[in-house]
């Protein structure tokens, strides 16, 4: 298990790490947000991160994003709903994040908006892209359409596109699908100008995402070491 140094030095190398790619592709680093992807990682782990001056926090799960934010109360973090987005439990998520990155099914999308309209809150949201057709997310062709119906929605506002690519052998063979993300974005954005944020790339392939444009990174093991579950 990592202990604090470790973590601060992740960090501190991530944060490097970021700040090379961006350099590469002649970007601003403050242009990326680091989420630390905290799946199974205790609060007391995820505490050292944000002491050391993470600002974002994502969940895969709705129990542990409602055991692990009380824990972190005191702190000024933004928590991402990183797992897939279910009706049965979309009006939890609503209540419990700040940002939703992925939203793709209509009756989740429904609930979730539902839910957080009641409470008076609007909720950021990325649309899920599945380039794979195995994976939980929207087909390309299907994501003009549910931005349509998805951005009329009282109580969420999309904000952009996510996407994990498929598994590949090297960082630099995850490049085309990051491209394809990015080059979807730039198409929506004629008709959703608001459409701006990519969140793609995970430990072993952020500096290629930042490259390609990516503005939110989700990184877990690189940051809180190897997870034991």
Do not use: C
Not at 144 to 172: H, Y
Not at 177 to 205: H, I, K, T, Y
């Amino acid at each position: 298990m990592a202990d604090p140094d470790d973590v601060r030095t992740n960090l501190s190398t991530i944060r490097a790490t970021i700040e090379a790619a961006a350099a590469r592709a002649g970007r601003d680093p403050r242009e990326v947000t680091l989420v630390g992807a905290a799946k199974t990682v205790p609060a007391e782990v995820v505490g050292w991160a944000v002491e050391a001056g993470l600002t974002a926090v994502g969940e895969n799960y709705v129990q542990e994003l409602r055991t692990v934010r009380p824990l972190l109360a005191q702190h000024a973090i933004r928590w991402h709903y990183i797992g897939t987005l279910r009706s049965g439990t979309a009006h939890h998520v609503a209540d419990l994040a700040d940002v939703v990155e992925t939203v793709a099914g209509a009756r989740a999308a429904q609930r979730l908006a539902g839910r957080a309209a009641r409470s008076g809150r609007t909720l950021d949201v990325l649309l899920e892209v599945d380039f794979t057709g195995e994976r939980a997310g929207l087909a390309p062709d299907e994501v003009g359409e549910a931005a349509a119906s998805i951005g009329a929605l009282d109580g969420l506002r999309i904000r952009g596109l996510m996407t994990v690519p498929p598994v590949t052998v090297t960082a630099q063979l995850a490049r085309p699908w990051f491209a394809r993300l990015r080059d979807l974005r730039d198409g929506l954005r004629e008709r959703f100008p608001q459409v701006l944020d990519l969140s793609m790339g995970m430990s072993l392939d952020y500096g290629v995402a930042i490259e390609e444009g990516a503005t939110i990174v989700r990184i877990g093991t690189a940051l809180f070491g190897p997870r034991t579950s």
